[in-house]
């Protein structure tokens, strides 16, 4: 009789322990809330040193959770980076991916892209599904949609996030400097009177031909964009200084040609209260499950139309005023996931899909008023450069339960992302890995200051650099040196020659030390080889 009591009793605790490990299973498992700020240099931030703007949001992360000091993007450019970020996997190995779309040999995907992960390739999203995790994607995407040639933006939108994984989707389908400018919410264009359908080209101009740019006709330069001077057909509000000179839309001419969806163009200066918004949305709808969100602010990428409550704030003209509201943009989500209590659960990692620029094709003002302000910081070139301003990014992470204040010097790539998220979910089986991500849960929850023994990165010609150890490799390239297309003209690092630097002494990759340390040189390049293999 007292074993059988002892057996109930037990049956009764045990029941009672899996009924409360049950309910709160869940709450256990950390939200993850990925904010991917583009074209944000190393020497944006306050927190990284930089006093020119004001981010006392992003500085609050910083302050309370771990700064990465040596954390690379994959590519010095958006796609390829984005694609790494979410696949574990390096662009440049892309084969298979590409064949959705057309552009085999592009690394900048044009509006009209296909879908360029392939579906049946794992991502971040997929793998954190297997742990019951919703997942959302809020903001850029630039990793084209629909098959070869573009969706059919008047139906339904195929081949999208919601087929790479993602739950939840709002985005903006390239970049704003890029045609169709409408957003996309799941399978449908926002806001679309089908008595109005939206054509797209990226071969030649269509429909209405006062919306075309024509430097002839068009007035002077308005530097800053207000809501006072809302849409006028075939006026420019902001002029280009490079390409951009395709479909004029709020003013703005883009890249790409676009007629229709009048009523589904986005408003420039809402972008990133509309990405906020919908952002929140998304953390108060799934504040119950865990969840993942991938947050893709635009504010620092061209064309750059602050909002009035920012424009003309900074110091530094333009170039700060959109930091500013990036770093507003920020402080709304801290601020929701405060009021929601999840903090102290909630993993925000911000960082950048690869380094700054500051003229990148427009006459906004930034070039004339950027003063002193390096967007690289002490790095060399930034946004399309091989040299290390064009990948070597801010990323901070903070976890209030696991993770302590601090700094990381530890070698960090976002292609580790997807292995390391795993991870720390508990998901270990590296079948759900992407090929090239390892899983570094110590070193980004600050438990181990070493990372990464190398990472490779990629420059917009697919040039290969390896750094490793307080070194950089540059494979030679017979690329072109120079992008002629931002100001002032970046140096790509495209050199026929290899090109070796010691990051140690020579920050700012001055010297080319390949000839005095050919063994150093040696092992580099079989590094890199192995990996292309
Ligand atoms: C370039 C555009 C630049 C920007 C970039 C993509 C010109 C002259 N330059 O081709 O403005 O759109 O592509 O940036 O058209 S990224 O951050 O999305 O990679
Ligand atoms: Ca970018």
């Known amino acids: 009789m007292k074993g059988r009591f002892t057996i109930l009793v037990s049956v009764i605790i045990c029941s009672g322990l899996i009924l409360n490990s049950c309910r709160t299973g869940h709450a256990q498992m950390?939200?993850?809330?990925?904010?991917?700020v583009d074209d944000l240099g190393y020497g944006d931030l306050s927190c990284y040193g930089d006093a020119d703007v004001p981010t006392p949001n992003v500085d609050k992360l910083a302050n309370e959770g771990l700064l990465f000091t040596d954390a690379y993007a994959t590519a010095s450019i958006c796609t390829p980076s984005r694609y790494s970020l979410l696949t574990g996997r390096y662009h440049w190995r892309s084969t298979t991916s590409w064949s959705v779309g057309k552009i085999k040999d592009v690394s900048i995907a044009p509006g009209d892209a296909g879908l360029i992960i392939d579906t049946s390739m794992i991502t971040v999203p997929k793998v954190l599904k297997k742990k019951g995790y919703v997942s959302g994607v809020v903001g850029k995407w630039h990793l084209g949609l629909g098959p070869a040639g573009g969706p059919d933006w008047n139906g339904e939108v195929d081949l999208s996030p919601l087929d790479i994984g993602f739950d939840y989707s709002f985005i903006m389908p390239a970049t704003a400097d890029r045609v169709p400018c409408v957003f996309v919410e799941n399978r449908h264009v926002v806001g679309l009177n089908p008595a109005d359908p939206i054509r797209v080209s990226y071969e030649k101009p269509i429909g209405d031909t006062s919306q075309i740019y024509n430097p002839d006709v068009t007035p002077d330069v308005i530097v800053t964009y207000t809501p006072e001077?809302?849409?006028?057909?075939?006026?420019?509000?902001?002029?280009?200084?490079?390409?951009?000179?395709?479909?004029?839309?709020?003013?703005?001419?883009?890249?790409?040609?676009?007629?229709?969806?009048q009523s589904a163009l986005w408003k420039d200066d809402e972008v990133a209260s509309t990405f906020a918004g919908k952002a929140i949305d998304f953390i108060d709808k799934n504040s119950k499950k865990p969840f993942f969100l991938y947050f893709a602010t635009h504010d620092l990428h061209v064309p750059r139309v602050p909002n009035k409550a920012f424009a003309g704030k900074s110091k530094i003209g333009i170039y700060g005023d959109v930091i500013m509201q990036m770093d507003w943009t920020v402080g709304q989500i801290l601020k929701r996931l405060d009021e929601l209590k999840l903090t102290e659960n909630t993993i925000v990692i911000l960082t950048s899909d690869n380094g700054p620029v500051i003229d990148d094709g427009y006459n906004d003002g930034a070039y004339e008023g950027i003063k002193a302000h390096r967007p690289s910081g002490k790095y060399r070139e930034g946004k399309y450069s091989a040299y290390e301003g064009g990948t070597r990014i801010p990323f901070i992470i903070r976890w209030p339960k696991e993770i302590k204040h601090g700094k990381s010097g530890a070698m960090f790539s976002q292609v580790d992302l997807l292995a390391t998220l795993s991870d720390i979910v508990g998901n270990r089986n590296t079948d759900n890995y992407g090929i090239d991500s390892r899983a570094f849960k110590e070193?980004?929850?600050?438990?181990?200051?070493?990372?990464r023994d190398y990472v490779v990165i990629q420059n917009m010609n697919k040039t290969l650099s390896v750094i490793k150890g307080g070194w950089k490799y540059i494979e030679p390239s017979d690329k072109p040196r120079l992008n002629q297309y931002t100001r002032p003209v970046t140096d790509l690092g495209n050199m026929e020659t290899p090109q070796l630097f010691n990051l140690s002494n020579d920050p700012d990759e001055e010297h080319n030390v390949a000839r005095e340390y050919p063994d150093k040189l040696k092992e580099m390049e079989l590094i890199l080889a192995d990996e292309k293999k």
């Not at 950390?30 to 991917?36: G, K």
């Not at 006028?232 to 004029?248: A, C, N, W, Y």
């Not at 070193?443 to 990372?451: F, I, N, P």
Request: net charge positive; glycine share 16%; charged share 20%.
């Open 30 to 36: 950390p939200n993850i809330v990925v904010i991917c």
């Open 229 to 261: 001077n809302e849409r006028r057909k075939g006026e420019v509000l902001m002029q280009p200084s490079f390409g951009h000179d395709q479909t004029i839309i709020n003013g703005i001419p883009r890249i790409g040609y676009m007629t229709g969806g």
């Open 443 to 451: 070193v980004l929850t600050g438990k181990k200051d070493r990372g």
